[in-house]
């Protein structure tokens, strides 16, 4: 094919413009993309579906084989936000688009979802499940212990609602900051030290 411009005289053979659109799409390379799941169809363990995104009227549809499916730590469906490595590729013969999808994982909410069942899977996978580990609860709870903050209204609520309910019910209140940097130390401690005297 020729380097030459396309003019009315000279024009470039279809084949030429698709060649030319597959080089300049090669060089693209891979991409990380977010967006919007709004379609994900299964056939024979391929997913084929599409990426919408979060902020303006935009779609592009998208390939993931089944070898790369099955390295995927969670699944996805309809609705989930998520990033992915998409690498856009040019047929040449059809004149079409289509992107490949290497990686794919959740944001947001969903991420978090991920990251949990993950650590849910490796849990499980060291015992920590197993029925020979778990204690059985007592029909009524002798104290319940609670972890607020110092004269808050949610320590008020609590025991007050917990009272018109059961009027027998006993509290161990452990005080501890739930906002700011000192958050995560003190509830561990309050935490721990209504472990220590169950």
């Given amino acids: 094919m020729t380097d030459a411009p396309s003019t009315r005289e000279n024009p ?3 084949a030429g413009l698709s060649q030319k659109l597959r080089d300049y799409i090669d060089r693209l390379g ?7 799941v709004t379609q994900w169809g299964v056939s024979n363990g391929n997913v084929y579906g599409k990426l919408k995104d ?12 089944s070898s790369v499916r099955s390295r995927f730590d969670s699944d996805f469906r309809q609705g989930d936000r998520v990033i992915a490595l998409i690498k ?13 999808v290497f990686e794919m994982r959740h944001v947001g909410l969903g991420d978090l979802l991920e990251r949990l069942e993950k650590l849910r899977k490796q849990l499980a996978g060291e015992g920590l499940f197993d029925v020979s580990r778990k204690r059985r609860l007592p029909f009524l709870p002798g104290r319940i212990g609670l972890v607020t903050g110092k004269d808050s209204d949610a320590e008020k609520d609590v025991i007050r609602n917990a009272q018109l309910r ?6 161990r209140v452990e005080h501890a900051a739930v906002q700011g940097d000192r958050t ?15």
């Avoid at 059961?166 to 509290?171: D, Q, R, Y």
């Fill in 54 to 65: 979060l902020s303006v009227d935009a779609t592009v549809s998208f390939t993931v084989w």
């Fill in 166 to 171: 059961w009027p027998a019910v006993e509290f």
């Fill in 184 to 198: 995560v130390a003190e509830v561990v401690a309050a935490i721990e030290r209504l472990d220590a005297d169950p």
């Fill in 12 to 14: 470039w053979p279809v």
């Fill in 88 to 100: 856009p590729s040019w047929w040449v013969k059809g004149g079409s688009l289509s992107m490949q």
């Fill in 30 to 36: 891979s991409v990380w993309v977010e967006g919007e």
